[in-house]
């Protein structure tokens, strides 16, 4: 048994699918399960939020799918938080056998245990925890923040609703807008030599500068403007 626990927006459903593929391509038989009230992208298909997509049998109970399973050696399932029994399906499963891959998140958007989920912690063979990027400090995220006003524990959404974000960045009352990303050095080049292009008679070349020279960048921007 394989868990993949982390925060909303860590890469769970793409690291389930890289996995799945791998043993599709070493010519197993692979059984993926879905949360049927999951449709935000598609209503058949385990879905990245970049919209990667695998085929998927979609399913309220795990149970309702042991028979089918029978035919399959590897059992894929995406947001194994929803399923109420997704504990004593995957330990069946393992148990007779078959390899068993659960994406999940571990933690409420309260940081609480999502069910029972973080009962597969010590039935497992192998468990990781992705991280985000938070989005408000762009620093590594743990945690997933709620920004919308329901206070029902499942609530379905996306980034219209939740955030990712690190511990300092959970606990601040109100939840800012996410500051701009830093400009990278090329981003500096392009938008000089924007300004260039577009100015007659200018006689300035273009420098490159270190993302940390917070004086430099801003010589720059002086100089572009007084152009």
Not at 44 to 57: R, S, Y
Not at 94 to 110: E, H, I, M, P, R
């Amino acid at each position: 048994m394989q868990v993949i626990f982390g925060p909303m927006f860590s890469g769970k459903t793409t690291e389930l699918m890289r996995r799945l593929k791998r043993y599709q391509i070493s010519l197993h038989k692979c059984l993926v399960i879905k949360y049927a009230k999951d449709t935000r992208y598609e209503e058949n298909d385990i879905a990245t939020h970049d919209k990667q997509m695998l085929p998927a049998v979609a399913t309220m109970v795990l149970a309702d799918l042991k028979e089918k399973s029978k035919h399959y050696n590897v059992i894929g399932i995406d947001e194994g938080q929803f399923f109420p029994d997704t504990v004593e399906f995957c330990e069946s499963m393992a148990n007779s056998g078959k390899v068993v891959v659960v994406a999940a998140l571990d933690g409420t958007y309260q940081r609480q245990g999502f069910g029972d989920i973080l009962q597969l912690v010590p039935l497992a063979e192998s468990v990781v925890k992705l991280t985000a990027v938070c989005m408000i400090c762009y620093g590594d995220a743990a945690y997933t923040k709620r920004t919308s006003k329901e206070t029902a524990v499942e609530v379905i959404g996306g980034s219209e609703m939740y955030i990712a974000t690190c511990r300092k960045c959970y606990y601040q009352v109100s939840t800012p807008q996410k500051r701009p990303a830093p400009t990278s050095p090329l981003n500096i080049i392009q938008e000089s030599m924007e300004n260039c292009n577009g100015t007659t008679h200018i006689k300035r070349r273009c420098i490159e500068v270190p993302e940390d020279d917070i004086a430099e960048k801003e010589n720059i921007s002086e100089m572009a403007s007084s152009a």
